[in-house]
């Protein structure tokens, strides 16, 4: 994780992951991605992007009963991400912050 994420994403994303471990959680379905946009880049070391993610074919589940806690599609169910990325050391992007909106007009597909 920590060659795509820096500063404050990697932060959040690292507790958030050993979160859902502790609480015996993980991750399961499908997400899908789209509207995918670079809207800035300045010298070649930073960018900002924007994107959106359909999460309503994706489910948290118990790890030790393999149970999928399902839940109902909804409009919140879609997200649009803005982010910001930097270049590291070695060249690559990292996400260094990120936000969202759940149920964004602009990422709810019919």
């Not at 404050?8 to 379905?29: D, I, P």
């Not at 499908?30 to 900002?48: L, S």
């Not at 879609?78 to 990325?85: D, P, S």
Request: one cysteine or more; a positive charge; charged letters at 25%.
């Amino acid at each position: 994780m920590s060659r795509y994420f820096g500063g404050a994403a990697f932060t959040y994303w690292s507790q958030r992951v050993a979160t859902l471990r502790k609480q015996g959680l993980t991750l399961t379905g499908h997400y899908r991605y789209y509207d995918f946009e670079v809207t800035d880049v300045a010298d070649g070391r930073t960018a900002a992007a924007r994107y959106c993610e359909d999460q309503n074919k994706a489910y948290g589940k118990e790890i030790k009963s393999n149970k999928v806690l399902r839940t109902k599609a909804s409009n919140k169910g879609f997200v649009l991400y803005t982010l910001q990325a930097a270049r590291d050391s070695a060249g690559d992007w990292q996400v260094t912050q990120q936000n969202w909106k759940k149920g964004d007009a602009a990422c709810v597909r019919g």
